[in-house]
């Protein structure tokens, strides 16, 4: 089984930067995709980022594209979200998923961590 634990978040004013990183640990994280996900208070979670099994294919949520960037290490077992141009509405907390399958789709992550918080002040 796949364990993830994510860290990184924190609070920064709109405009700054966070990489948010998720550590895998189980099953050789080069066999499934990964992905991030955000919920903010009273909002259902949504897709935010998604990295195929080797990392050559990416894919962005509208909100985000051009201002985050999702990589991997697999040697490291360690997935990134590199958060640039944050803004207030990108406050959430962040969760890290992995996938067997091949959508952007919740439903396609099987396994998730404990999610890290992202706090964006104006």
């Known amino acids: 089984q796949v364990q993830l634990v994510e860290s990184g978040g924190g609070l920064v004013q709109a405009g700054g930067s966070l990489r948010l990183s998720c550590a895998a640990s189980g099953r050789t994280s080069s066999t499934y995709a990964m992905g991030w996900f955000r919920q903010a208070p009273g909002k259902e979670r949504e897709f935010v980022a998604r990295i195929s099994k080797i990392g050559g294919s990416t894919n962005y949520a509208d909100s985000v594209k051009g201002r985050f960037t999702i990589s991997r290490d697999n040697a490291k077992a360690t997935v990134y979200l590199q958060m640039n141009s944050l803004k207030p509405e990108d406050t959430a907390a962040y969760y890290c998923?992995?996938?067997?399958?091949?959508?952007?789709?919740?439903?396609?992550?099987?396994?998730w961590g404990q999610g890290t918080q992202v706090t964006v002040s104006s």
């Open positions: 998923a992995a996938s067997w399958g091949s959508t952007t789709r919740m439903s396609d992550f099987a396994v």
